[in-house]
């Protein structure tokens, strides 16, 4: 892997020195293992230990990324630390205090985890890399807070979709266009949140093949193919960059990559957004079922604003797609690599000091809409359930309308029944206020909910 400019010659004199960039990952699944094949070619990086509550799962990761066994035979951090070696473990906590750590990629998927996982990192003055977007949308503005107080980095995955929608953003605007609208792909269809994981291989349409491999969690699937998680990546977007969502949330557009600009501009000019500076993902399949042709499922994009007459001619001369007006354009990527292109990230926070996006506004929020009809007394069961699904909104409506953020949905009672489709409340559900995670939430909207973006 060629890692351009600058850091090139940083790591090259950290592998000249003996003195590698130690990085340390928490969670060995799929995205884990993708990780661990690419950080083990990089001269100058060493991956100092993988934490899992499993050994036998980080030992499986190890192999599936091509590791030899020597590589991941030390005893002990010192050990591992002197050899080059990476160390294996289930205490996590362990990972995050060893001596010479400087970056802990958090990749657990779990929210409450990853949000402690976090706050240890931030003790012992580790960079954060967070592949758990979930723990991001629930108080990412509060840990990127903590992170900068104490002189670390916080920071997005780059690889995954809202980091690499972040980065054409700040193109966009670096370059003195407004954007309009940044997101991604997906594959939606109307009553596509009714997937649970029972289901969710048949709105996947994963083969059986890839079915029978064993890789795909069904509850993290089930995110994908409800909208939840789609949801939760274009909050982090808006929260990144100061973007504020619809007020109705996602409406998944059919949009292919030569339509970005005709579709997605405000309704006013003839698109479907309620405004500009907002996020939305583009849909694969028409809502008929039909697949929409050249479509952007794996991919990103930002739409931007032509100022002049000037802009639209030299924006035209070279290629760039524009709506039939001339006045709005897209810059799309058709592809994003997750675990294969997360070491940008690492080296950024690592080498730089620097984040590929970070959750420093609070716009947005993802709340828990009823899957089904609920009745009075049945149990939450969270994302990727068979209850709820998260939906995009306002911070500022969120909040103040007391609605239930998803990734606090589980193992909530109701208190009434609650129609599919509806937003749950705070008001609709028991619960105790002194739990971790609600008083985190408490503080994080207390301090960011009224703060205007680039205020």
Same mark, same amino acid.
């Given at each position: ?12 004199? =950290? ?9 340390? +990952? ?16 990089i001269p100058g990086v060493h991956l100092l230990g993988v934490a899992d509550l499993s050994a036998d799962k980080a030992r499986a990761a190890m192999r599936r990324a091509e590791w030899p066994a020597e590589r991941y035979a ?26 010479? +750590? ?21 003790? #012992? ?13 629930? /108080? ?58 029972? #289901? ?9 093949? =890839? ?82 042709p050249r479509d952007i499922r794996l991919g990103v994009y930002v739409v931007f604003e032509a100022p002049n007459d000037f802009i639209t001619r030299s924006l035209g ?22 675990? +294969? ?57 969120? /909040? ?56």
């Amino acid at each position: 892997m060629h890692i351009q400019g600058n850091m090139t010659q940083m790591l090259a004199a =950290r592998a000249a020195s003996g003195n590698p960039l130690r990085v340390g +990952l928490i969670g060995a699944g799929k995205l884990g293992a993708m990780f661990i094949n690419q950080v083990g070619r990089i001269p100058g990086v060493h991956l100092l230990g993988v934490a899992d509550l499993s050994a036998d799962k980080a030992r499986a990761a190890m192999r599936r990324a091509e590791w030899p066994a020597e590589r991941y035979a030390a005893m002990d951090y010192a050990d591992a630390t002197r050899s080059g070696k990476t160390f294996l473990t289930e205490d996590a906590e362990k990972l995050i205090a060893a001596d010479g +750590l400087d970056v802990i990629v958090e990749a657990t998927g779990v929210p409450s985890v990853g949000i402690r996982h976090a706050f240890a990192a931030i003790e #012992n003055r580790r960079h954060i890399v967070m592949l758990n977007a979930e723990a991001d949308v629930l /108080v990412g503005p509060l840990l990127a807070h903590k992170a900068a107080a104490a002189g670390v980095v916080y920071s997005m995955a780059y690889g995954d979709q809202p980091a690499l929608i972040c980065e054409l953003v700040e193109w966009a605007q670096a370059c003195g266009f407004d954007v309009i609208c940044a997101g991604k792909g997906s594959k939606h269809l109307p009553g596509s949140h009714k997937a649970n994981p029972d #289901n969710v291989w048949e709105y996947q349409g994963f083969s059986a093949e =890839r079915i029978a491999r064993g890789e795909d969690n069904p509850r993290l699937q089930t995110t994908f193919a409800d909208g939840t998680k789609c949801s939760i990546e274009m909050a982090l977007v808006a929260n990144a960059s100061g973007l504020i969502p619809q007020p109705d949330g996602l409406a998944f557009p059919p949009c292919s990559v030569d339509d970005l600009a005709t579709v997605l501009r405000p309704r006013s000019d003839g698109g479907v957004l309620s405004h500009k500076g907002t996020v939305e993902c583009a849909s694969n399949m028409e809502r008929d079922g039909r697949p929409v042709p050249r479509d952007i499922r794996l991919g990103v994009y930002v739409v931007f604003e032509a100022p002049n007459d000037f802009i639209t001619r030299s924006l035209g001369e070279y290629g760039v797609k524009m709506d039939p007006s001339g006045r709005y354009a897209a810059m799309y990527r058709p592809y994003h690599l997750v675990g +294969l292109e997360l070491s940008v990230s690492v080296l950024r926070a690592g080498l730089l000091g620097q984040a590929t996006g970070s959750s420093i506004y609070f716009t947005s929020d993802v709340v828990a809409r009823a899957k089904r009809n609920l009745s009075s007394g049945e149990m939450l069961d969270g994302e990727g359930g068979y209850t709820v699904y998260g939906g995009l909104r306002p911070a500022a409506l969120a /909040v103040q309308g007391g609605e239930l953020p998803v990734g606090l949905s589980d193992d909530m009672r109701l208190k009434r029944p609650i129609a599919e489709g509806e937003v749950i409340h705070w008001a609709d559900v028991e619960y105790d206020e002194s739990a971790y995670l609600i008083r985190l939430r408490r503080e994080m909207e207390a301090k960011f909910a009224e703060r205007h973006p680039f205020q």
